[in-house]
T-cell receptor
Framework: GENVEQHPSTLSVQEGDSAVIKCTYS??????FPWYKQELGKGPQLIID?????GEKKDQRIAVTLNKTAKHFSLHITETQPEDSAVYFCAAKEARYSSASKIIFGSGTRLSIRP | ETGVTQTPRHLVMGMTNKKSLKCEQH?????MYWYKQSAKKPLELMFVYSLEERVENNSVPSRFSPECPNSSHLFLHLHTLQPEDSALYLC????????????FGPGTRLTVT
């Protein structure tokens, strides 16, 4: 089955700087890669996703890149703000099931933005 | 906020108690999920229901019993739990025919004493 590894586990950046979180996956058939943000006391919230037929996707200050050959994908947050402080999870969806199927999550990155 | 609600938000129970967690989605989805989130482990998928049928059971102990009476509601019945079952239990929903996005509820913080 799919295995997702995420690094780093904690990340502290100065407000206004960029943050990068990296993930690798093991199943080359995986075809959907969402990123979730979890704030204290809340459930994970989808912030951006990418499908395997796309190499990069951007939404305002957030971008995700996917390298299918190397089986890794990354989240980039530019011009970080205090409200970006949260735990971020990457995930990969197994391709051989329907959409009601396993999404395997990474272990999470706790991002702290220093004022 | 996400269209998925969970009750209760907090629950403390003894090991001999029986309780139930409830999840309701208002998104018109037809697939629902239970996840366990503990301090030292990533999100662990417990159960998947698609079109009200259980399609995934990730080797979850029988002291956890899911129920999906319709596509909008999902329950997790708990009995004779152990202290190591203390965790945040998250419900999510998605659309079976796509897109793939899963929307999570706020979770139930469970403490087993």
């Amino acid at each position: 089955g799919e295995n997702v590894e995420q690094h780093p586990s904690t990340l502290s950046v100065q407000e206004g700087d960029s943050a990068v979180i990296k993930c690798t996956y093991s199943d080359s058939a995986s075809n959907y890669f969402p990123w979730y943000k979890q704030e204290l006391g809340k459930g994970p919230q989808l912030i951006i996703d990418i499908r395997s037929n796309v190499g990069e996707k951007k939404d305002q200050r957030i971008a995700v890149t996917l390298n299918k050959t190397a089986k890794h994908f990354s989240l980039h947050i530019t011009e970080t703000q205090p409200e970006d402080s949260a735990v971020y999870f990457c995930a990969a969806k197994e391709a051989r099931y329907s959409s009601a199927s396993k999404i395997i999550f990474g272990s999470g990155t706790r991002l702290s933005i220093r004022p | 906020e996400t269209g998925v609600t969970q009750t209760p938000r907090h629950l403390v129970m003894g090991m001999t108690n029986k309780k139930s967690l409830k999840c309701e989605q208002h998104l018109g989805h037809n697939a629902m999920y239970w996840y366990k989130q503990s301090a030292k482990k990533p999100l662990e998928l417990m159960f998947v229901y698609s079109l009200e049928e259980r399609v995934e059971n990730n080797s979850v102990p029988s002291r956890f019993s899911p129920e999906c009476p319709n596509s909008s509601h999902l329950f997790l019945h708990l009995h004779t739990l152990q202290p190591e079952d203390s965790a945040l239990y998250l419900c999510a929903s998605s659309q079976e025919t796509g897109p793939y996005e899963q929307y999570f509820g706020p979770g139930t913080r469970l403490t087993v004493t």
